[in-house]
């Protein structure tokens, strides 16, 4: 990957021009690198990314995490090892609506198995698949603390818990009609519940 | 009806606002110390409480706070661990999600008593949605002056953020915390030096979990006599249990320490039972990283007494036949479920978090998961067995940090009070091919077991 092989300051300009960030976007990354004390401002990459991952589809391309290195004043290495280090961060392309099944043991006791085989069935992919229009990605993950109203999944920063077949459908159905990509960072959260 | 002192008013409707938090007593615990306490008094009551640090480990939260090295001219920081990501706890996300102001009421009282002028929640990136929510609980605490500079006219001055993560277990553990929270990999560090000692950017350090700091809050408001009443010998006060599995009333309960397993779980009040009518067969009291019991230790210690929730009568019989309060994540599981497929469960959860830093873990888990796997498939032998045995054993203590004990206990445990549910998936791997084999599987009669 390009963002392992060659340092910010290989940067390709034309790239940089052609990628850029949101001046919203970068109005939030100023205000997340102004939380820590003078020097320390790459404690903000991790909140960074997300914003990133929200800005660009979705997932961090080699180009998207130069960006970052870039913005941030850090070394392109330093933003792919932690990008490559936790599970939120996708590394390759997913669809508009990726779909986190928990699979960790309070769901699989009420039924995550017969969920994630239900969505597989009706969207025809299987797990870490994407449906070729593009819009649902199916991932299994671990525990996400929604023990108690299990079986749940995750889409965006929607939490859906006791899920069954009936309210499965009716979120692929709502999600299919509103067609959006669903972020962890979108502002608005409706409870589902 | 046991006491509250955490979520007496989590039903109260619009708690989540400031104006009806701090109608229902809110921020009576800032203006108190800030007020009319020095920190050292603070920090006084709360080794006077008996608080025990409510993550897991159970360490008595005085006493770190009494650690924590106060050089001059080195600022010090309060970090909130709210990376809660055991499976089978979601207390932490119930309250910040409830009553987010208590959160913040909290970490400005314990930051007063650290002498700390920054603070930061670091909350698991899954949680974006309730990070939002505590953000808004802090905006409106800085609109009206519990937060920023010269506090209630005190002099007092403090920053709180919300740190987000992005999906990793590991970052539980406080030093992995601290790394992910100055950007980098979550890789926990080797100790000593303690975060007390050096923590977030080498700077002294504590850290806690969100229901310790919470309690904080009573703590100053009643005196730490006041709360060292509730509870039993060394578990004083109220616990958060998040209860989940085939139990009829899942969720978060606030209860005094002491009530017994039985009535937490067979009250309507609690759990309310088993679901389905159907029978216990095995029960994690403490989340994922603890020993399951077997159902007839799960409300008798082996002596026969009743077993309290406690952190002393969960742990009775050491690991031959007790287990831990931990984080309080209470999982029950009713005879239709299989005990090698969950600990396979559990395994394959271990083998995706391990961060990778230590050998024993990073190969041990995965070894530990291919076994059960194979197992759970029908295609183990016995000597696979005592195979799983020797590698939780070698990973056990081998570690930089707990996660590769947390690993190894549950497949140890599981093997040691059900080792004939994994005899007989070797001898009857045509019985196992129906994935929901656990319906059929046969329960065992109860076998005491014999402490050395």
Same mark, same amino acid.
């Given at each position: 990957?390009?963002?392992?092989?060659?340092?910010?300051?290989?940067?390709?300009?034309?790239?940089?021009?052609?990628?850029?960030?949101?001046?919203?976007?970068?109005?939030?990354?100023?205000?997340?690198?102004? *939380?820590?004390?003078?020097?320390?401002?790459?404690?903000?990459?991790?909140?960074?990314?997300?914003?990133?991952?929200?800005?660009?589809?979705?997932?961090?391309?080699?180009?998207?995490?130069?960006?970052?290195?870039?913005?941030?004043?850090?070394?392109?290495?330093?933003?792919?090892?932690?990008?490559?280090?936790?599970?939120?961060?996708?590394?390759?392309?997913?669809?508009?609506?990726?779909?986190?099944?928990?699979?960790?043991?309070?769901?699989?006791?009420?039924?995550?198995?017969?969920?994630?085989?239900?969505?597989?069935?009706?969207?025809?992919?299987?797990?870490?698949?994407?449906?070729?229009? !593009?819009?649902?990605?199916?991932?299994?993950?671990?525990?996400? !603390?929604?023990?108690?109203?299990?079986?749940?999944?995750?889409?965006?920063?929607?939490?859906?818990?006791?899920?069954?077949?009936?309210?499965?459908?009716?979120?692929?159905? *709502?999600?299919?009609?509103?067609?959006?990509?669903?972020?962890?960072?979108?502002?608005?959260?409706?409870?589902? *519940? | 009806?046991?006491?509250?002192?955490?979520?007496?008013?989590?039903?109260?409707?619009?708690?989540?606002?400031?104006?009806?938090?701090?109608?229902?007593?809110?921020?009576?615990?800032?203006?108190?110390?800030?007020?009319?306490?020095?920190?050292?008094?603070?920090?006084?009551?709360?080794?006077?409480?008996?608080?025990?640090?409510?993550?897991?480990?159970?360490?008595?939260?005085?006493?770190?706070?009494? +650690?924590?090295?106060?050089?001059?001219?080195?600022?010090?920081?309060?970090?909130?661990?709210?990376?809660?990501?055991?499976?089978?706890?979601?207390?932490?996300?119930?309250?910040?999600?409830?009553?987010?102001?208590?959160?913040?009421?909290?970490?400005?009282?314990?930051?007063?008593?650290?002498?700390?002028?920054?603070?930061?929640?670091?909350?698991?990136?899954?949680?974006?949605?309730?990070?939002?929510?505590?953000?808004?609980?802090?905006?409106?605490?800085?609109?009206?002056?519990?937060?920023?500079?010269?506090?209630?006219?005190?002099?007092?001055?403090?920053?709180?953020?919300?740190?987000?993560?992005?999906?990793?277990?590991?970052?539980?553990?406080?030093?992995?915390?601290?790394?992910?929270?100055?950007?980098?990999?979550?890789?926990?560090?080797?100790?000593?030096? +303690?975060?007390?000692?050096?923590?977030?950017?080498?700077?002294?350090?504590?850290?806690?979990?969100?229901?310790?700091?919470?309690?904080?809050?009573?703590?100053?408001?009643?005196?730490?006599?006041?709360?060292?009443?509730?509870?039993?010998?060394?578990?004083?006060?109220?616990?958060?249990?998040?209860?989940?599995?085939?139990?009829?009333?899942?969720?978060?309960?606030?209860?005094?320490?002491?009530?017994?397993?039985?009535?937490?779980?067979?009250?309507?009040?609690?759990?309310?039972?088993?679901?389905?009518?159907?029978?216990?067969?095995?029960?994690?009291?403490?989340?994922?990283?603890?020993?399951?019991?077997?159902?007839?230790?799960?409300?008798?210690?082996?002596?026969?007494?009743?077993?309290?929730?406690?952190?002393?009568?969960?742990?009775?019989?050491?690991?031959?036949?007790?287990?831990?309060?931990?984080?309080?994540? +209470?999982?029950?599981?009713?005879?239709?479920?299989?005990?090698?497929?969950?600990?396979?469960?559990?395994?394959? +959860?271990?083998?995706?978090?391990?961060?990778?830093?230590?050998?024993?873990?990073?190969?041990?888990?995965?070894?530990?998961?291919?076994?059960?796997?194979?197992?759970?498939?029908?295609?183990?032998?016995?000597?696979?067995?005592?195979?799983?045995?020797?590698?939780?054993?070698?990973?056990?203590?081998?570690?930089?940090?707990?996660?590769?004990?947390?690993?190894?206990?549950?497949?140890?445990?599981?093997?040691?009070?059900?080792?004939?549910?994994?005899?007989?998936?070797?001898?009857?791997?045509?019985?196992?091919?129906?994935?929901?084999?656990?319906?059929?599987?046969?329960?065992?009669?109860?076998?005491?077991?014999?402490?050395?």
């Amino acid at each position: 990957m390009s963002a392992q092989i060659h340092g910010t300051q290989h940067f390709n300009e034309t790239l940089r021009e052609k990628l850029a960030f949101s001046a919203e976007g970068l109005e939030t990354i100023k205000k997340l690198m102004s *939380r820590y004390p003078e020097g320390k401002h790459k404690a903000a990459l991790i909140p960074v990314l997300h914003v990133a991952q929200a800005e660009f589809e979705g997932w961090l391309s080699p180009e998207v995490m130069d960006l970052v290195a870039v913005t941030m004043n850090l070394q392109a290495i330093e933003v792919f090892e932690v990008a490559s280090f936790y599970s939120m961060f996708n590394l390759k392309p997913i669809g508009k609506c990726q779909l986190e099944v928990c699979r960790t043991s309070s769901c699989w006791t009420r039924g995550a198995d017969d969920i994630i085989e239900y969505i597989g069935k009706k969207l025809n992919i299987r797990e870490g698949e994407t449906t070729p229009d !593009g819009m649902f990605t199916l991932k299994t993950v671990e525990c996400l !603390g929604s023990c108690g109203s299990a079986p749940m999944l995750q889409c965006g920063a929607e939490y859906h818990e006791n899920l069954n077949p009936e309210k499965v459908d009716a979120l692929i159905e *709502r999600y299919r009609a509103e067609g959006t990509r669903k972020n962890y960072t979108d502002l608005e959260y409706k409870n589902t *519940r | 009806m046991g006491r509250k002192l955490l979520l007496a008013n989590d039903h109260v409707e619009g708690i989540r606002s400031y104006e009806v938090y701090r109608k229902h007593g809110g921020y009576a615990s800032v203006e108190k110390a800030l007020k009319t306490m020095s920190p050292e008094a603070v920090v006084e009551e709360v080794k006077i409480s008996g608080l025990r640090g409510r993550g897991g480990a159970g360490f008595p939260t005085g006493m770190k706070w009494s +650690f924590l090295a106060k050089p001059e001219g080195v600022p010090r920081y309060l970090v909130c661990n709210a990376d809660e990501s055991e499976p089978g706890t979601f207390k932490d996300r119930y309250l910040m999600e409830r009553i987010p102001h208590l959160l913040v009421e909290g970490m400005i009282t314990s930051s007063f008593a650290l002498g700390a002028n920054t603070s930061y929640i670091y909350i698991r990136g899954e949680y974006f949605y309730v990070s939002r929510i505590l953000e808004q609980a802090i905006a409106e605490a800085y609109n009206n002056g519990w937060l920023g500079k010269n506090i209630l006219g005190t002099g007092y001055n403090l920053d709180l953020y919300v740190q987000v993560g992005a999906g990793a277990y590991i970052c539980g553990e406080e030093t992995a915390l601290l790394e992910s929270l100055e950007g980098k990999r979550g890789n926990p560090r080797i100790k000593p030096p +303690f975060p007390a000692i050096a923590g977030l950017w080498g700077c002294p350090t504590v850290v806690n979990n969100v229901e310790t700091i919470a309690a904080v809050v009573p703590i100053v408001n009643d005196g730490g006599a006041e709360y060292a009443k509730l509870g039993i010998g060394r578990s004083t006060g109220t616990k958060l249990i998040s209860a989940s599995g085939n139990i009829n009333n899942p969720g978060v309960y606030e209860i005094e320490l002491g009530v017994s397993v039985d009535e937490f779980l067979n009250s309507p009040e609690y759990c309310g039972g088993m679901a389905n009518g159907k029978r216990l067969k095995a029960c994690v009291p403490g989340g994922s990283s603890v020993p399951i019991l077997p159902d007839y230790l799960v409300t008798k210690t082996i002596s026969g007494e009743d077993r309290l929730m406690t952190y002393e009568s969960l742990a009775d019989g050491g690991f031959v036949s007790g287990s831990m309060l931990g984080s309080g994540g +209470f999982i029950v599981y009713d005879e239709h479920q299989c005990i090698v497929r969950n600990t396979w469960n559990f395994s394959r +959860f271990y083998h995706h978090e391990s961060c990778g830093q230590c050998s024993p873990c990073r190969e041990g888990t995965g070894w530990m998961e291919k076994v059960l796997h194979r197992l759970e498939k029908g295609m183990g032998n016995m000597d696979d067995i005592d195979l799983l045995v020797e590698v939780a054993g070698k990973i056990e203590g081998n570690t930089i940090c707990p996660l590769g004990d947390a690993a190894a206990w549950p497949v140890a445990a599981a093997i040691r009070h059900f080792r004939h549910e994994f005899e007989y998936h070797v001898k009857h791997p045509e019985k196992i091919k129906d994935p929901k084999h656990g319906h059929k599987e046969p329960i065992m009669p109860v076998r005491p077991v014999v402490t050395a």
